[in-house]
């Protein structure tokens, strides 16, 4: 087991704490010299079977839109920081949390880096969380930050 991590993934969503994520996980590359990855995920969930393929396309549109917003804020971070980062826009149709663990598989991921909301218990429980779900199924360690 790796101890000092060499390719990091950040995943963000643009809250608070994906983007306190994102810093921290800019620190740790700097520190070990590593590699970063910053995805966000554009949900195409099952509601969208229901819609027309123009209004699909449209807001699959407006949400790469918003995806590549955020995660240029997060390129310029790394700039800031010296670092150079790679940025992807994840497209699924499953859920957040299995585009995050399928892409970390494909690219050899060994830390992934994510941002933990303020969920009370009974949301998580009724609702879950991506960031529940990718501790529980990454194929690496997990760093959580609030």
Known sequence: MKVAPSKILVAIDGSQNSMNAAKYA?????????????VNVVDLSSIFKVLSAE????LTHLGIKEANKILDIVKNM???SGIS?????LKSSTSAATAII?????????????????????SKVLLGSVA???IMYAPCPVLVVR
């Open 55 to 58: 209004t699909k396309k449209q």
């Open 132 to 134: 529940s779900k990718v």
């Open 85 to 89: 980062v790679k940025t992807e826009v």
């Open 78 to 80: 790394a700039e800031q």
């Open 26 to 38: 800019l620190t740790l590359a700097k520190n070990n010299n590593a590699d970063v990855l910053v």
């Open 102 to 122: 399928n892409y970390s598989k494909q690219k050899g991921i060994d830390l992934l880096v994510v941002g933990a909301g303020e969920k009370s218990r009974v």
